[in-house]
């Protein structure tokens, strides 16, 4: 299978070597605010326009319902949501794919700086949004 067919791979391939730059500096332990100061960094090494804590809002039909807040967006595609668990389990899945849903963003990856490096990487595609998407911007 090539890479070449994933969306944004450059992206993500980017975002890959960052997050193990990150990892083997810094190995496990410390607390996820950490992490994400971290990956910041090495982003903006790779030149990545990043953004942190960025809000989602989340609405059923017309009426705004809750506002979470994404770790970390790259240049506007990619959703990365980390965690500094044991192991990524199917909860942390769910958050990502549900962050995905609530925004037009179609890739999030999850990374975890737990005693393992792990991460994941999730599509949701836009033409599968539209019962979750009401507030398009």
Known sequence: MKKDNYKYSDITDKIIKAYFNVYNKLGYGFLEKVYEKSMIIELKKFHLYCES?????VFYEEDKVGQYFADIIVENVVILELKADKN??????????????????????????GETPQFKRKVFSNKYKSAFNHNKS
């Open 53 to 57: 804590q960025f809000p989602i809002e």
């Open 88 to 113: 990524l389990c199917p909860e942390h899945e769910a958050q990502l794919l549900n962050y995905l849903k609530a925004t037009e963003i179609e890739v999030g990856m999850l990374l975890n700086f």
